[in-house]
Structures are given as structure tokens and as C-alpha cells.
């Protein structure tokens, strides 16, 4: 009898056990519910701005000055599978000589990989041989595109300098960078890209190297 008696007494005990875990159960299918209407309630939202995912930009334009380049360069031609750093900049401050210096670094690290630095200088300066003289002072022996009419930066979608944009082997933004942007990991973000280059096993990539010549277009005058 006083083992009924005991047996009697658990039950309310078990009930309770019971009730606890049907509780637990509501509340987590309660908790994946609301997480899903939460996310779709946000895909009706506007869309993610460009730089925060990967997107295409527009190509050089081939009516512009280049240095260090005897031909106007291309994302879809000479540059073809190729990761891309592009600085832009007015060259304007002894900043922008320390900048110059580490993406000098970068270009010589990686010079046997199909990677390329250029830079795009905003100025209204289209003397060959003032761009020539600047572009020597300064060391620099990448590729220069000069911007005199804001054309390039605005393919870039770039309306402050300075800029930097990585573009990956399929010519897509995968990072964007402004003011401050020294303090980012770029070396690292170009490796990372390039890993990805080599893990594609392109059957062929003929890797970039600057000829140092200058291409001046054929509406700007020609000296003899």
C-alpha cells in the first residue's frame, strides 16, 4: 500500500516533466518561425549597397593618357584573369608619396603573378612631360592612367580620394577602401585572391608586366 501511495505521488511529478518539454518545444519552433519571417521580411527591403558585395565596374576608357603603359589597358584584354588593384588619387600630398611606397611594395612582391597595380590620378594636367617628370619623381613604376575629366572614376563609381578598389580575376569589386585604407590588410586580400586564381587552374594566363612606355590619344596633339 505505501509503495501505491509513492507510486501516486510521482505522477504529478512526470506530468510537470512533461509539460516543460512540450514548452520547450513551442518556444524553440516559435523562436525558428519568427527568425524566418524576420528574414524574409528583410529581403523585401532595398538592396545591399554595391561595395558590400561583389560587383562589376565599367573598363578604362582608351582615349586617356597612360604612363609605364604603351597601350591603353583593359579588365577584358591585357588584364584578363588578373587581380587589380586600382588607387586613385590627385597626388596632391606627401600622403600619397607613402601610399605610392606600399603599393610599390605590393607590385614588386607579387610582380610574377598575374596581378597589376594601377593608378589613376585625377588632374587636369595633360603635359606628357610634366605627367613623366611627376610620375618619375614619385617612383612610381606601375601603371598610370591620368583622369582629366573624372571619366575613369566615374566608371569605378569613386567620387572620393583617396580610393582603393581590389577587383578579383573576373574583373568584380571584392573590396573597397577610403580614407584610411593603409590600416587594411591589403597584401593579404590580394594572396587570398591570387590562391583563388591558382585554385581555378586556368589552362593559360599571360601575366602583365609594364613596358614603361606612354600612350597619348590621338586627340590630344602629338610632339615631334
Known sequence: MTLLEDFS??????????RRIRSAIVFVIAMIVSALLLGFLFDLGPDLPLESVLSDVGDF???????????????????????????????????????????????EEFMEEPFVVIA????????????????????IEFPVIIDNQGTVSSRFNVSSFPSVIVLDSRARVSARFYVGWEKADLRGIVDDLLQQVRAMRYSQI???????????????????
Not at 597601350?71 to 601610399?99: A, G, I, M
Open 9 to 18: 505521488q510521482e505522477l504529478p511529478r512526470s506530468d510537470l516533466s512533461r
Open 61 to 107: 576608357p582608351a582615349d586617356h593618357i597612360w604612363i609605364n603603359s604603351s597601350e591603353p589597358l583593359s579588365l577584358y584584354n591585357q588584364l584578363s584573369k588578373h587581380v587589380v588593384v586600382v588607387f586613385f588619387c590627385r597626388l596632391s600630398t606627401l600622403t600619397d608619396l607613402q601610399y605610392f611606397s606600399r603599393l610599390e611594395a605590393i607590385h
Open 120 to 139: 589613376v590620378i585625377q588632374t587636369e594636367e595633360t603635359s606628357v612631360d610634366e605627367l613623366h617628370g611627376l610620375v618619375e619623381d614619385w617612383g
Open 206 to 224: 599571360n601575366v602583365y608586366h609594364p613596358d614603361g612606355g606612354t600612350y597619348i590619344p590621338s586627340s590630344l596633339p602629338q610632339e615631334n
